[in-house]
């Protein structure tokens, strides 16, 4: 047997492991991770035993679904290769998946945890949508099904606002760059609402809303956002970062304008209550006003001088009254005076043994007499004078 150089023993090694193993899948776990400024990514995958090198080169990374990072289970899909100056031998990747996840749904978990680190989904920074907006601009696809459903709904529910289309490419290559671009576009129009989103597919069709650019795009965005893609089941980065996400693009109209039915209920309840107010107001301007108008006749000059001529007519009435009462009191008082003096006059007073005592030209009575007392007896046609010279009481 003949010596080979080294190199012709790697070569031979080389052509034997490169056409025995030109397709392998490999399990394992991602240490000595190195992304490379070539954009090469050097790695190791390892289990509890052994290790292998591995090199992914810049062609194949950007087949890549998810962020490398050491400690991930994967499984590579790879053939073997040898270096001959130095006799080292690794896995060429070609493919990396994650090991019992998906790798989009892998990449999504970690752009959302990176992207909540950085604060993109905080409840605080979110932005109120209007309440009558007057301008929408809507970033989708213009020949899909989603804008004829935003436009349909819009049509039915509030056509007062203006919907500004702006055609955008939702899928496939080049959608996250248009997505992104026409974002901040729409967000320069100076609309009251922007709507982002696209109507369902799969999750690979969904992808542009998945990605950090579009993410960054919603969140640097000063218009409010509402993100609506895909059907209700579908969550994506764009639904956590936008200030509303809506379950499907049709919702996403629903959310943003007024129900025109709901206002013209809230109208035809207001108008109703309205013209019960104004009623009231009427009414009680109507009491008033007839309150004033009494008032105004019950002080009116006719009023008054109607007033005291049924006044003076009432003293009157009472003045006759009362002036007939008290003559006919007088009246009554002389014919008293009248008879009494009848009684009293001497000159009907001539009876025998009957005569008035009067002292001092004062009338007094019999009892009231003293001894020595000087007094006139007077009858009809008599006056003597005389002098009591005894008095004597009769028990």
Known sequence: MNAISVSTLNTQIKSLLETTFMQVLVSGEISNLVFHSSGHIYFS????????????????????????????????SASITVFVPRGNYQLLCTKIEPDGIGSLALAFEQLKTKLQAKGYFEASIKKSLPKYPKKIAIITSPTGAAIEDMKKVASSRWSLCELILIPTLVQGNGSIEDISKNIKFADSLNCDIIVVGRGGGSIEDLWAFNSEEVATAIYEAKTPIISAVGHEIDYLISDFVADIRAATPSNAMEIALPDRNEHLLYLASFMNEFDNRLKNIFLAKENELNSM??????????????????????????FNRTFSQKLQIFQNTIDSLKENYILNNPKNKDKIGFVQISKENKIISLESLKIDDVLELQSAKTIASCKIISLKKQK
């Not at 290790?51 to 962020?67: A, E, P």
């Not at 108008?293 to 009472?318: A, P, R, T, Y």
Request: glycine content about 6%; overall charge positive; proline content about 0%.
């Open 45 to 76: 995958i390892k289990d509890e035993s052994s290790t292998i090198s591995c090199v992914m080169f810049k062609g194949n990374t950007k087949y890549l679904k998810f962020q490398l990072e050491n400690g991930q289970k994967v499984v590579i």
């Open 293 to 318: 108008k009494k008032l105004f006749v019950q002080n009116s000059i006719d009023s008054k001088f109607s007033f005291i001529e049924s006044q003076i007519k009432i003293l009157k009435e009472g």
